[in-house]
């Protein structure tokens, strides 16, 4: 938020000169002086700004004091220089308006610190850029330059400048410099010959002197030593606090800056350097044969160096110190020079050197700054002008005349632009504009200026007139003349009431200036406005071959000689007033006025009779009332608003409506006289300065009261907002407190908790330990039971493991029992709730896990009966069970093994069981040897090779038998081989068949019960083989070959089945005969095999060893 500050606030005394109350000259000097030792140097008188000297540096130009200042109205801040270079600046920017500040003030007011202030305030505040800053560059480094040329040590300030100066700075329509042009105006140039006691020459001697190095002055041909220059006062030659050396360094820096070429720095020292040799040419005089003396060189040294240094034949110059030629027309004749006139001559030459150089300088200077671009510029200007200037004792002389004279001519154009600015402000606001008294100095001016009977004109005739022309001749004609004149006052006048004015001395005159009285010696004005330099010197001066020298004298030039006068000073110098007036015309000016506080040149003192002094001749109390004829006080509506709203309630805090009807509401609020103030367009304009200071002081008591109620505001607001923080932590504290005291009380209940919850799970585990110990012998006493048990079988595995001493295996059973013992031991504690359980299961689980383990020992085999002993009684029905499907499992698992072959011989076996199974006493031997079929291996043996070819059928049997002879009951071996078909039964060694029998034929096989080889095959009756007789055969295959015939008859469709018939006693039909086979139990005797006996014709009796 943008802070509203005023002028008004802080006051030291009052800054704005227009709201002093009462306004007089003592009150004025009184505010002076308060703000001076307040170290406020600056004060305003509405738009001037009045600058004390502080003579010491105080901080109040710093770059913060410029962005303090910067684009800040007016009257905004405390009265500041920056304030005026500030509005200047942005009203040439914003509304396109030329500019001049006009600092004026007497010598050491601090004019040229003000112009060098205003002139850095600016560049400090336009814009940047190289080109720019190179531009703002050469601007500030022109003034060392100029400086050091032009200003010297005076009595009255120690870099005093002896020359006016005004400096138009260019700007572009965005605000940047582009350039500038300086004017410089008369120059003090007696200074370079004479200097008054305790003063000095211009400074560029002594730094010349003091700064350059010992090779460039001995190229000048000059010695440092000051006191060898007769133009250099030497009592002052050095003034405290300037160091001469480095001022030359800066000065050379400077020129180098502005644009200098070394070769044009080189020039101007060796001017300046002439300039002193010229002050060493001394004159001797020397009679002549008419009586008069005539001058010459006394010492032609200096002359000689002078000449080599600038080129010019030394004889010419001589020449031009004793002789001056006068030419009229078309004449020319030559008279000699007295040793005075060649002095004259000398200091002449010398004044105009230095003076052509100065302004030769400036020119090359403006050269340097010059705004290069064409475009339309807008310009500020900085006129640091000397003020006026008032010797005691009327020790005033042409030159303070003509600088009085050039302030008169200000004073006018501030008092035509101030009250043109104040009339133009009442008719822009609506004012009704009443006629302002004030003094008018135009009069003054007419006195000194004005063309027919002005001081000025005068003077030039007087100047121009033919015959003895003296100052005496010159005061006469202005007393004649200026007589009636009411600001003119001399002794000679006709106005008798000068004549015993004492005073008034007869050589003088006085005029009465706007500042004040001035009194003039007329001694010296007509040499002064002549300013003759004899053309012999000037014409020796072109002669130079030094370019820069005759550069300066264009008028030596024999080519253009022009016999008429130049110009006189005071007529060249109104001109250019003239042209400087019509300049600042068009310009809106911003003043400066420059007081100086004490004559010692030291900071803290403030002489009233000094200052009051300038005052008066500044005509600032004039310049007040003229400020303040209609009204003294002038501020916006918005402005005057916000700083007075407070005063009545219905514009506090805020207004609404337009600004002016606000401040109209507050001014009648606070019952303000209604002549005391008028409401203009865009400004309250408030006629007296007690009015301001009333409002002013009830808003301070009214912000005392605003300053508490914030205060209150601020302290309540403070307060609830600590005691809200208070309660908000108050919270936070408590809820953490709460937490932690329920995190406390909940461990308690927790450990508690756990105390009773072992309690009760003591209590619980005791219960089922006394339930337990009770049901010991139930079966859930297995706990117990099982205890001992597994103890029991431990210590039987340990017997048997001490048994099988060398069995790494014990040693592990037996420590993983006593683990197990050790661990149930340990964690029998703690798991007493479901241990027994948990035991039991376990016990269960080994138990059966060892029973089903035993199991294992049991054999594949479908045959084989074993099945170990149950070993629990409570095992007994599965027990049998498991053997059953055990059992079962095998033969499958038996069967699942077969190939189809293996199945149709055991097919083949479960016949042969059904068919002799518990019949026949052979069958059990039988069953373990597998039935082979082809015993004789007839395929491949090559002996029944033949046989095997009559066999139309595959033959399913062959085998060797034993045919029974009915006749003896003994045996012949017969080979008998079975296919499908029939049965053959042929020679043991040839092979030849015997008989061949169709199966169909054979009706029943008889076999005895014992374990004897014999079978009868019986053939049908009636059947072709029948013829033959049954077949009585014995074979160590007999169980094979009857189930494979069986087998044949069974498969077969078209037959039969062969009946088999078990029995001791059979018939069987030999021939015709029918033979009783009876078989009966033998001896020991009849050894292992059966014997077979015919006992008689009906009866073979066979005996079958006992088994
Ligand atoms: N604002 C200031 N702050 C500090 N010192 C200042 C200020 N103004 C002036 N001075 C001091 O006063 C001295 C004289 O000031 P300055 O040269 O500006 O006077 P002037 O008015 O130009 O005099 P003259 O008419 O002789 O040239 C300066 O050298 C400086 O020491
Ligand atoms: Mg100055």
Redesign the pocket.
């Known amino acids: 938020m943008e802070v509203k500050t005023s002028l008004l606030d802080n006051m030291i005394g009052v800054g704005d000169m227009v709201l002093l109350e009462p306004l007089n000259e003592d009150s004025f000097i009184m505010n002076l002086r308060n703000r001076f030792d307040h170290n406020e140097?600056y004060t305003y008188i509405g738009s001037v700004v009045i600058?004390m000297?502080?003579?010491?540096?105080?901080p109040i130009y710093t770059p913060q004091k410029v962005e303090e200042y910067r684009n800040r109205n007016f009257y905004e801040l405390s009265p500041h220089i920056y304030a005026l270079a500030d509005e200047a600046y942005r009203s040439l920017r914003d509304q396109d308006k030329d500019q001049c500040i006009l600092i004026t003030?007497?010598?050491?007011?601090?004019?040229?610190?003000?112009s060098k202030?205003v002139m850095s305030y600016v560049a400090a505040v336009c814009g940047k850029g190289q080109e720019v800053n190179k531009v703002k560059e050469q601007l500030l480094q022109s003034n060392p330059v100029l400086e050091a040329f032009g200003?010297a040590k005076?009595m009255?300030?120690?870099?005093?400048?002896r020359f006016g100066k005004y400096m138009d700075i260019e700007f572009d329509f965005k605000g940047d410099p582009l350039g500038g042009v300086i004017s410089n105006y008369l120059l003090e140039k007696s200074r370079v010959c004479k200097q008054p006691r305790g003063e000095r020459n211009f400074h560029i001697f002594y730094q010349l002197l003091s700064g350059a190095s010992d090779d460039t002055l001995m190229k000048l041909k000059l010695d440092r030593d000051f006191s060898k220059y007769n133009y250099l006062s030497l009592d002052s030659a050095n003034v405290n606090g300037l160091d001469d050396a480095a001022s030359f360094r800066t000065v050379r820096n400077a020129m180098q800056i502005v644009g200098f070429m070394e070769a044009e720095v080189q020039s101007v020292l060796e001017l300046v350097a002439a300039v002193l040799k010229l002050g060493n040419i001394e004159f001797k005089p020397e009679s002549r044969v008419n009586g008069f003396d005539e001058s010459r060189v006394k010492d032609k040294n200096d002359l000689k160096e002078m000449c080599e240094l600038l080129g010019i034949e030394q004889s010419v110059l001589e020449r031009a110190f004793s002789y001056r030629t006068v030419e009229a027309k078309m004449e020319k004749m030559s008279t000699t020079l007295n040793v005075a006139q060649a002095y004259y001559a000398r200091d002449a030459l010398a004044k105009n050197l230095y003076s052509r150089l100065f302004s030769w300088l400036v020119t090359r200077i403006n050269e340097s700054i010059k705004a290069q671009a064409k475009t339309r510029h807008k310009v500020m200007g900085v006129l640091?002008i000397?003020?006026f200037e008032i010797f005691e004792e009327g020790d005033n002389s042409f030159e303070q005349f003509i600088i009085n004279y050039c302030n008169e001519k200000l004073q006018q154009i501030f008092i035509e632009l101030t009250l043109r600015e104040e009339q133009e402000e009442y008719i822009r606001e609506d004012i009704e504009w009443t006629n302002i008294e004030y003094f008018n100095n135009a009069v003054i001016c007419d006195l000194i200026e004005n063309n027919q009977n002005g001081i000025l004109a005068m003077l030039d005739e007087e100047c121009l007139r033919p015959g003895t022309v003296t100052d005496d001749t010159f005061l006469d004609k202005l007393n004649t003349i200026c007589a009636e004149h009411q600001h003119f006052e001399s002794r000679l006048n006709k106005n008798s009431k000068f004549l015993t004015d004492h005073s008034l001395p007869h050589s003088c005159f006085r005029i009465q200036h706007y500042a004040g009285k001035v009194l003039y010696r007329v001694e010296g004005f007509v040499d002064k406005n002549n300013d003759l330099l004899y053309r012999d010197l000037s014409q020796a001066m072109y002669k130079a071959t030094h370019s820069l020298m005759r550069q300066l004298f264009p008028e030596g030039n024999p080519a253009k000689v022009n016999l008429k006068r130049p110009p006189t000073a005071g007529f060249q110098f109104k001109a250019s007033v003239g042209v400087l007036m019509k300049n600042l015309q068009t310009k809106n000016p911003n003043y400066i006025r420059?007081i100086k506080p004490n004559d010692k040149?030291v900071a803290h003192i403030f002489t009233d009779s000094l200052v009051c002094h300038q005052v008066r001749y500044l005509g600032l109390v004039e310049n007040v009332r003229v400020r303040r004829a209609g009204y003294a006080f002038r501020q916006p509506y918005e402005s005057c608003l916000e700083r007075y709203k407070m005063l009545c309630k219905k514009t506090w805090p805020q207004w609404r409506g337009p600004a002016r009807d606000g401040v109209e509401v507050l001014l009648t609020d606070c019952s303000v006289p209604t002549e005391e103030f008028a409401y203009g367009r865009s400004k309250i304009f408030i006629r007296n300065p007690r009015t301001l200071f009333t409002l002013e002081e009830r808003r301070r008591a009214c912000l005392e009261d605003l300053a508490t109620l914030i205060q209150k505001i601020y302290r309540g607001w403070k307060s609830r907002t600590h005691f809200l923080l208070l309660k908000k932590s108050q919270v936070v504290v408590a809820a953490w407190y709460r937490r932690y005291a329920q995190q406390n009380k909940y461990q308690k209940i927790k450990s508690a908790t756990l105390v009773m919850q072992s309690f009760i799970r003591g209590w619980k585990a005791r219960n089922i330990l006394r339930q337990l110990k009770y049901e010991k012998r139930c079966k859930e006493a297995v706990t117990t039971i099982a205890a001992y048990w597994h103890g029991t079988q431990a210590r039987m595995e340990l017997r048997r493991l001490k048994t099988e001493a060398r069995n790494k295996r014990a040693v592990s059973v037996i420590w993983a029992y006593w683990q197990g013992t050790k661990v149930r031991r340990e964690y029998r504690k703690f798991f007493r709730a479901n241990a027994g359980k948990k035991i039991y299961d376990f016990t269960i689980q080994r138990i059966m896990q060892k029973y089903f383990l035993g199991l294992k020992t049991t054999t594949m085999s479908p045959m084989d009966n074993t099945w170990p002993a149950k070993p629990y009684g409570f095992l007994e029905g599965a027990h049998t069970q498991l053997r059953r499907i055990f059992h079962l499992w095998r033969c499958k698992k038996y069967r699942g093994q077969f190939t189809e072959e293996k199945k149709a011989v055991y097919e083949e076996k479960l016949e042969a069981s059904e068919i002799f199974k518990d019949k026949k006493a052979l069958y059990p031997s039988s069953v373990s040897q597998p039935f082979k079929g082809d015993y004789l291996e007839i395929q491949k043996n090559p002996k029944y090779q033949k046989l095997n070819s009559a066999m139309e059928e595959k033959v399913l049997l062959a085998d060797l038998v034993n045919k029974i002879n009915r006749a003896n009951g003994k045996g012949s071996p017969r080979l008998f081989l079975l296919t499908k078909s029939n049965f053959v039964l042929a020679d043991q060694k040839t092979g030849q068949v015997k008989a061949s029998v169709p199966l169909p034929d054979l009706a029943s096989v008889s076999v005895s019960t014992q374990s004897d080889g014999f079978f009868a095959l019986k053939l049908k009756e009636g059947s072709a083989s029948a013829s033959k007789g049954d077949f009585l055969l014995s074979s160590e295959h007999l169980i094979e070959i009857i189930t494979k015939l069986h087998r044949i008859g069974t498969t077969a469709a078209d037959r039969d089945q062969i009946n088999i018939d078990i029995s001791d006693e059979f018939l069987v039909q030999f021939k015709q005969d029918k033979v009783c086979v009876k078989f009966i139990q033998g001896g020991p005797k009849n050894g292992n095999s059966a014997a077979c006996k015919r006992k008689n014709n009906r009866l073979l009796e066979v005996s079958v060893p006992s088994p």
């Open positions: 140097i600058s000297n502080p003579y010491r540096s105080l003030g007497e010598s050491g007011a601090g004019k040229t610190e003000a202030l200003n005076t009255r300030n120690d870099n005093s400048s640091d000397y003020g420059c040149k």
